[in-house]
């Protein structure tokens, strides 16, 4: 079984914090992606990244960096928190092999509320 | 961007009934990949189904099909004998077969089971 692990279910922070969320997989995934969620928006893509050290920006990248040093970890940086970034966060990652019929695996999402 | 449009916010089923989650999308695209995926209350967000578009055979998981359209770019999840434990959001997503890096998620539907 794939497992995606987010570092945080709940976190807290104020505005102005750099915020770093941390996403890791364990089945060898090339495609790993971060998404927020909102009430009534679905989810949206904020970065993706295909392979270590590469990453494509979503539609939703502003405020937001990303890293991939490593194939299994994925990290989103908030550089300077706002109350606007306060929603649910989840990461997921893909396998290429079969390509684009492969399913997405979630992790459990990080609640994040910046005060 | 792809969209895919789910146009029933909320919608509630009595237990052991049929209920049918609508979403359509748009594409020009002729071979892609379209899926369901379930997200109980807090829990992490899981694939229900799959449909590859080059397939006019519509797929079937247990208790859950699908309706998927071609032409009409529809793609509707049927819910049979309806149970308690499928009380959740459920979201529709597209994504291309060729460079199918990022999935296109419609906004949800939030299913209630009544007992």
């Known amino acids: 079984d794939v497992k995606v692990t987010q570092s945080s279910r709940y976190l807290v922070k104020r505005t102005g914090e750099k915020v770093f969320l941390e996403c890791v997989q364990d089945?060898?995934?090339?495609?790993m992606f971060w998404y927020r969620q909102d009430p009534g928006l679905g989810l949206r893509l904020i970065y993706f990244s295909y392979d270590v050290k590469m990453k494509e920006k979503g539609d939703i990248p502003e405020g937001y960096s990303v890293s991939r040093e490593k194939k299994e970890r994925f990290s989103l940086i908030l550089e300077s928190a706002s109350t606007n970034q306060t929603s649910m966060y989840l990461c997921?990652?893909?396998?290429?092999?079969?390509?684009?019929?492969?399913?997405?695996?979630f992790g459990d999402g990080t609640r994040l509320s910046i005060l | 961007a792809q969209t895919v449009t789910q146009s029933q916010p909320e919608m509630s089923v009595q237990e052991a009934e049929t209920v049918t989650l609508s979403c359509t999308y748009d594409t020009s695209e002729s071979d892609y990949y379209l899926f369901w995926y379930k997200q109980p209350p807090s829990r992490q967000m899981i694939l229900v189904i799959r449909q590859e578009a080059y397939k006019q055979q519509n797929a079937t998981e247990n208790r859950f099909s699908v309706n998927f359209q071609k032409a009409a770019k529809s793609f509707s999840l049927k819910i049979s004998d309806s149970q308690l434990g499928d009380a959740a959001m459920y979201f529709c997503a597209y994504r291309r077969k060729l460079t199918g890096n990022q999935f296109y998620f419609g906004t949800g539907t939030s299913l209630t089971v009544i007992p």
């Open positions: 997921a990652s893909t396998g290429t092999i079969g390509f684009a019929g492969q399913p997405q695996h």
């Open positions: 089945m060898d995934h090339e495609n």
